[in-house]
């Protein structure tokens, strides 16, 4: 698969413009973070001290495989009372399946911060 067919534009970032936008020549896709570059901010965050900031870039390089609905729906269910352990640990096994490791091991620590802390769904 190229870039272009897995949601990322080959257009050059000084195509992006306000016109071009007006135009409608400018699609989600054009503007679409690669995960390459998410990844590389994690690199440069952890280089200068900023661990927290680098995984959340790692978490979100993980992310940007999945449609954005997919994306909302999981963040969703990370809000409390929306979601019971088990539907956290089924997420986290369709994560883990699609290779979203860090993801999945966010979503099975909720399951269990939210299921003693009584945070879950009923």
Known sequence: MTENQ???????????????IRRGD???????????????????AKANGNPQLAANFLRAAELTSLSDETVLG??????????????????ANTLQAQGAK????????AADVYARRGLTAK
């Open 74 to 91: 999981y963040y969703d269910a990370l809000r409390p009372g929306r979601s019971t352990a088990q539907d956290l640990l089924n997420i």
């Open 102 to 109: 860090i993801n999945a091991e966010l979503f099975r620590q």
């Open 6 to 20: 897995k949601g990322f534009s080959s257009k050059n970032v000084s195509e992006v413009t306000v016109e071009a």
């Open 26 to 44: 400018i699609t989600l896709d054009d503007v679409r973070i690669h995960p390459d570059t998410l990844a590389h901010q994690a690199q440069v």
